[in-house]
DNA sequence: CGGCTTTGACCTGCGC
DNA sequence: GCGCAGGTCAAAGCCG
């Protein structure tokens, strides 16, 4: 994951490389991983949900946070019932609870095998409200990107057909580096420029 | 004490 | 018009 070091100034992180999800709606993505294991040590694997093929390296990192990612449109998902939940989504919203029509944000939605329902994306997240989803025995959660400039939310619900599977959506574009890539890499950094130093 | 989660209430759009 | 469902708010409580 090279570009990985994009995000370690102010400056806004760089296009998204990854084509494949907006071009084809029904990727599958599995993070069959220990718990708690962070994400951007041992990414996910995105597969084909037909062919179950291992697809290349994702640039996680552009995926959750860059600002001129994918297009306006949603990604849809495999199962049926997040399909249409995604259409409905689709109308944005503004103050509580209210819909209205406005511009359309980035929403990425993918599944993600784990039994973990938070998929440690490197970002950190207050959690705001947790709802009972129809036709659904698990609730879906709400999430809030808690740094202050940025209004990225996520929303994460495991599916009912199969438990193992968290359908995790974005929506938003993340206007600041990853915080826990910022941890990671600020020791490395600084011995990097002491060693320069000779 | 600050940050986070929990949870019930509230608000609005949509379908009937 | 009404009820339902989904999304958000905000107070209360928990935890490090």
Known sequence: MSPLMEGQDQTP???LPLQAPNHNPSYLFTHSLLPSTPLLQHPPQLLHPNTGQVLPDIDWVSLLSGPTGP??????VTSGNIVDQEQKDNKDYTRRGSRTK????PRYAFQTKS?????????????????AVKNSIYPRSYYRCTHHTCNVKK?????????SIVVTTYEGIHNHPCEKLMETLTPLLKQMQFLSNF
């Open 13 to 15: 992180l760089p296009p």
């Open 71 to 76: 297009s306006s449109e949603s990604v849809s």
């Open 102 to 105: 406005k511009a359309t944000r």
């Open 115 to 131: 039994a973990d329902d938070i998929l440690d994306d490197g970002f950190r997240w207050r959690k705001y409200g947790q709802k």
């Open 155 to 163: 929303q994460v619900q495991r599916l009912s057909k199969d438990n």
